[in-house]
Structures are given as structure tokens and as C-alpha cells.
């Protein structure tokens, strides 16, 4: 998929965690328990995150343990995660003989394990988390290949080293991770994680290096070439969760999974058909969409048109866009008219100008301006933000004329449309109260509906009347072939226990139980 840009609004710093107990038991799992210690909600945070070779970072934090009591355990090692008020699940993994702990990001949208390094000097980042000291273990080997992840907020920069990684009870033999030595961006100091365990295909991994869950399944750890996520979506209770290596617990799901096959390996992705809010099409997805099931981002990302109607729908407040009105104001009246001349959809912006057709899309013209560097730039930017909303425009008031509105409603509620657009930055606003008059709205997998109702979709901060609401939604677009592009995070997981079957390549979900 090349590069993807991978977003991360509204992550919530509002945990502090303590291990408790230690335990030991037959099963050979080890269990620690956790309190948590609920922080103001002013912590909220903010971040939008880039991403090079499929590497991701979203600002997320956490301490993990181990935990569980599944028959035939001794195939099936289970990783608890804690429950970050529904933001982001963590764990903890050991790297080295004796394991150095570290609290990682288990992250199915990338395929790296890094974490810092005790040769990181000059990052302040590195000061705040725990380092990977090589001269401490006694199974270490040295590589010292060079490696670098780019974010949107910075990067990381260091290089790879080999040694056994701890994953519950799971030991991996000869693991090729990245010390991170330069970690520069205020994202990582921020952060209470300290590095990420990527569980995506090998196809995306920096350095090309092997994931740890393929050495999981190559040295014979794991029973089944299977793990499987249930998050627990309950911000009252303390136990976040379990992701299980080798199997899965019936414990968390009820009835059958629906399967769909991979289709891009790489990340975890697969076909999705229509998007629907209130039980009608929203027209964006009707002919098929593609999806990544992501446990590293918090919410749910998908098309701007989409998230404009989810905004519009359930009265969140976004960022008003003048451009969409622009387009409306000036050629609404003419797309309309070009629709009901059964003009194909996807040249109509193509024919008024505002973007070029290739054969199967419209893209944007990206015109020069003659005065200067600055005024070319401006002008393609200007021609590219037209561009796409009068795509956006398109489908909505094609949607419009199925159901045989007339021209005057359907430019109303276009211009509303407008209003709704999300912010590029994320996080949508919305009125705590009006929860009961929100739609729900459904995602098609596998020819199946999976429902989300306003209480699952919408990300409370805070108690009582200091409480905020915030849409669990938020915007991506990712053009075609590779897009239209759905992320669902762990806003939809935490609904659907999600199964990541290696051995035959599928995405399975079922509701949780």
C-alpha cells in the first residue's frame, strides 16, 4: 500500500497502573493484578501521526500483564491488556536473559518490535522510559544494521540487535528488534509507553525484518497459527482485556465468527462492503471498500464523505469547510443537473473542471500559477481541497436524488454536509445528552451487518457533568486503488472479537461476549 497515513486523534492519558499481585498457577499463565488511578480529563491529547513503511506510531501508553484460564493452556499463552478508558490497550513483553521489561503498543497495523535503547543519549524521550541494555543479558548478539521509522510528528532512528523476547509465558529465541537511539519528536517524551510489538505481515517491516509472531509460529510456540483480540470496552472495569497467542477463548465471543480472506498482506486487510447509518446506504462503500482491522488505533478512520454524514447525523461539531460550500454555491445547481442526465458520477467534477479523469477517477488538477513558487503551491492546494469536495458532493447528492428529493433540499442538506466535515486534525465534538437520539450505525463484512450503537461509538471523558463526548470517528482518505480505505480500531474491536488467522490468511469477528 505504500505510505499510508495512519491517524491518531484524541488519545487519553487517564491511567496511572500499579502491579499488585503475583500469582502462579496450574495452567502455567501468570496472572498480575493491576489498579489504576483515573487522571483529569484535561490529559486529553491530540495527535496526528504519519507513517513510513507501514510503521505507525499513535501516542498511547500502558503497562501490561499476563493473565487467563483456557482449556489446553499450555498451546495458548495470553497476554492481558489494560483498558486505558477505552483509548488504548498496552502490554508488557521482556527482551533478554534475564528479560528487561518494557511496556509495548501490540499493534496488528505494523510488523516491528522496537524499543530504547541504553545508547540513546541525546533524545529526552529516551530519559522518561525504560532502555534496552545489551550488556545485561547474556543471550544478546549484535547486528548493528541501521534503522529508521518516520513519523508525522518526528522519528526514530537507531539500529537492529538480536536477543530472546518474553511474550507471557512464551519465550522468542534470537529476535531481531531496533534499539532506538534518537527518538527527537515531543510525542515520545509524552508517551507512557515504551515501544511497540508490531503483529503485521513481514511484507511491511523496516529492514524487512522478521516479526515476532512469525518466529512464534516458526520455532513452534503456538499451537495454531492464530491470536485473537477481546477488548474489554467497560472503563469501570480494571481488566482491559486479553490478546491470546494460538487460539482463542470462547469465553469472549458469542456465536461464529464471519471469516474474509486477506487480501493485501501487508496489513491486515480485507474487503468491506456498504457503510450504513440508520440502516440506509451512505453511498461511498457501495461497491465495495477495503479495511485494515488495526488493535494500534484508538478509533475508527474512514472516508471524509462518510465521516460528514456520521458528523452530520449524530451533531458533531467539525470544521466548516469553505471549499465544499464554494463548490456547492457555484456548481451544485450543475452537478445536479449532469446527474439527472445520467452523466457518470465519477467524471462529473472532471467536466466542470475541477479535477482531471484518468480512465477510472477523478484526481485533482494540481494547476501551476506563473507568479511564483509560493503561488503555485497555494493553487494546487487550493485545486486539491476542490477537487475532493466535489467528489464528496457528488455522492451525497446522488444519494439525494435516489430518494427523489428535489433540488432545493438536496443543496440544504449538502450545505449542512459542509458544516460537518471533520476537522484534519480529528476528534469531533458531541452534546453528552442527545445519546438516545443518535442512529446506529453498521459496517458490512462478509456479507454480514456488524452494528455499533451510539454508546459504543461515541469515547466519554470524564464524570457528571465535567464529562465530554467525543465521535469514536474520524477522517482518512486514502484515494484509489489502494482506497476508499476503512481503519478499525479498537472502537470497533472492542465490540467484535477479532481473530487474525495466519495459517489461512482471514479476518474473523464476532460479538463480544
Request: proline share 4%; hydrophobic share 35%; charged share 20%.
Amino acid at each position: 500500500m505504500g505510505k499510508i497515513v495512519r491517524t491518531t486523534v484524541t488519545t487519553l492519558f487517564l491511567c496511572l497502573l500499579f502491579p499488585i499481585v503475583f500469582s502462579t498457577s496450574n495452567d502455567r499463565l501468570v496472572r498480575i493484578g493491576l489498579k489504576k488511578r483515573k487522571l483529569d480529563p484535561s490529559d486529553l491529547l491530540s495527535a496526528r501521526v504519519d507513517s513510513k513503511e507501514g510503521e505507525a506510531l499513535r501516542g498511547s501508553l500502558g503497562k501490561y500483564h499476563h493473565h487467563g484460564n483456557l482449556q489446553d493452556s499450555k498451546d495458548i499463552d495470553i497476554v492481558a491488556l489494560k483498558n486505558y478508558m477505552d483509548a488504548q490497550y498496552f502490554g508488557e513483553i521482556g527482551i533478554g536473559t534475564p528479560p528487561q521489561k518494557f511496556t509495548v503498543i501490540f499493534d496488528t497495523g505494523s510488523s516491528n518490535l522496537w524499543v530504547p535503547s541504553s545508547k540513546c543519549y541525546f533524545s529526552i524521550a529516551c530519559y522518561f522510559h525504560s532502555t534496552y541494555k545489551s550488556s545485561h543479558s547474556q543471550t544478546y548478539k549484535a547486528n548493528g544494521k541501521p534503522a529508521d521509522i518516520q513519523y508525522g510528528t518526528g522519528s526514530i532512528s537507531g539500529f537492529f540487535s538480536e536477543d530472546y523476547v518474553t511474550v507471557g509465558d512464551l519465550v522468542v529465541k534470537n529476535q531481531e528488534f531496533i534499539e532506538a537511539t534518537k527518538e527527537p519528536s515531543l510525542t515520545f517524551v509524552l508517551a507512557k509507553f515504551d515501544g511497540i510489538l508490531g503483529l503485521g505481515f513481514q511484507e511491511i517491516s523496516v529492514g524487512n525484518a522478521v516479526p515476532v509472531w512469525y518466529n512464534m509460529v516458526n520455532q513452534g510456540l503456538v499451537k495454531q497459527p492464530v491470536f485473537s483480540f477481546w477488548l474489554n470496552r467497560n472503563p469501570e472495569d480494571e481488566f482491559g482485556g486479553e490478546l491470546v497467542f494460538g487460539g482463542m477463548d470462547p469465553k469472549h465471543f458469542k456465536g461464529e465468527h464471519t471469516y474474509v480472506p486477506v487480501t493485501r498482506k501487508g496489513y491486515w486487510q480485507f474487503d468491506m462492503g456498504d457503510f450504513l447509518i440508520d440502516n440506509e446506504t451512505t453511498g461511498f462503500c457501495a461497491s465495495g471498500c477495503s479495511a485494515i482491522a488495526d488493535s494500534g488505533t484508538s478509533m475508527v478512520a474512514g472516508p471524509m464523505g462518510i465521516i460528514t454524514q456520521i458528523n452530520h447525523a449524530i451533531g458533531a461539531s467539525g470544521v466548516v469547510s469553505q471549499e465544499c460550500k464554494a463548490v456547492v454555491s457555484q456548481y451544485g445547481d450543475k452537478i445536479i443537473d449532469m446527474l439527472l442526465a445520467k452523466d457518470q458520477p465519477m467524471k462529473v467534477c472532471s467536466e466542470i473542471g475541477l479535477c482531471m479523469f484518468d480512465g477510472t477517477q477523478g484526481v485533482s488538477m494540481g494547476i501551476e500559477s506563473v507568479v511564483n513558487e509560493n503561488d503555485r503551491k497555494a493553487s494546487g492546494s487550493l485545486r486539491d481541497s476542490m477537487c475532493s469536495a466535489c467528489e464528496m458532493a457528488v455522492v451525497w447528492m446522488q444519494n439525494q436524488l435516489k430518494k427523489n428529493q428535489t433540488a432545493e433540499h438536496i443543496l440544504d442538506y449538502v450545505n449542512q454536509l459542509c458544516d460537518r466535515i471533520p476537522s484534519p486534525m480529528g476528534g469531533s465534538s458531541i452534546d453528552c445528552k442527545s445519546l438516545s437520539s443518535m442512529p446506529n450505525v453498521s459496517f458490512t463484512i462478509g456479507g454480514k451487518l456488524f452494528e455499533l450503537s451510539p454508546e459504543q461509538y461515541i469515547v466519554k471523558v470524564g464524570e457528571g457533568d465535567a464529562a465530554q463526548c467525543l465521535s469514536g470517528f474520524t477522517a482518512l482518505d486514502v484515494p484509489p486503488p489502494s482506497g476508499p480505505l476503512w481503519i478499525l480500531g479498537d472502537v470497533f474491536m472492542g465490540q467484535f472479537h477479532t481473530v487474525f488467522d495466519y495459517g489461512n490468511m482471514q479476518v474473523g469477528f464476532a460479538e463480544v461476549a
